[in-house]
């Protein structure tokens, strides 16, 4: 088999896979499975997809790079430098089991004023955050000042969906339809991103997050729900 007819097949494989885990997760969805239970796992097995076939397509022109980040200044200052390019849209998650106050970084404060602002300054284009919330009052705290700081920045979206585990989940961030970013938390303080440049990789990253973010509770409610009421002048 030529080498040209491989490279065909492998990428006939890979979209297929990414394909039957998408349909899988939108049948397990119309037949009522709670989406908390089945999202994740159809993630972890599309990571492994592209983990896997990282190696065979490292010399292609676009496909997967991976950078190791020794505490999450780095990553953080990586990431607002990934956000300054975007033109259109970026969807992003907050995965961590502590709030962004937490970290007490120059570099963390300045990512998460970062997005705010490039909403503001850019009405045109659109930023999605989908918050994993774990039942903590610290998270809480931060979610109930986020929203009136945020309220009156249209383009910026906030939801919120449970998290369960003492463990960060994966990070993801989608940038116009150019490139997904994965985040994974190493030993508390390291990051490792993966970022991913391939079409159907963007294509099946953007409906995961779709069907997260319809599954997703909005800030409003979340804040209503946890703490009985709005803050005053921003409902």
């Known amino acids: 088999m030529s080498r040209l007819t491989f490279r065909k097949v492998e990428d006939r494989l890979v979209e297929v896979s990414l394909i039957g885990a998408v349909v899988t997760s939108i049948i397990l969805n119309v037949i ?21 076939v990282a190696d065979i397509r490292e010399k292609r022109e676009r496909g997967i790079e991976s950078a190791f980040y020794r505490n999450i200044q780095e990553f953080y200052a990586a990431a607002q430098r990934q956000i300054q390019e975007a033109k ?11 709030p962004p106050t937490a970290f007490e970084s120059a570099e963390a ?41 945020t309220k009156a920045i249209k383009n910026y979206k906030i939801r919120v969906v449970p998290s369960y585990g003492r463990v960060d989940d994966i990070g993801l961030a989608i940038i116009d339809n150019k490139i997904v970013m994965l985040a ?38 979340y804040v209503q729900r946890v703490h009985g009421h709005l803050p005053s002048g921003n409902s």
Do not use: C
């Open 32 to 52: 009522g499975i709670d989406a908390r239970w089945y999202i994740p796992g159809i993630f972890l097995a599309l990571y492994g997809i592209f983990q896997s």
């Open 88 to 98: 259109d849209y970026v969807w992003a998650t907050y995965t961590r089991t502590a």
């Open 184 to 221: 994974v938390s190493g030993d508390g303080t390291s990051m490792t991103a993966h970022n991913i440049e391939t079409p159907e990789a963007i294509m099946a990253f953007r409906e995961y997050y779709l069907q997260k973010w319809e599954n997703a509770e909005g800030l409003d409610e």
């Open 109 to 149: 404060n300045s990512y998460f004023q970062y997005t705010v602002d490039w909403a503001r300054w850019h009405p045109d284009r659109e930023f999605r955050r989908i918050i994993g919330a774990p039942e903590t009052a610290a998270m809480a705290a931060w979610l109930n000042q986020h929203r009136p700081d």
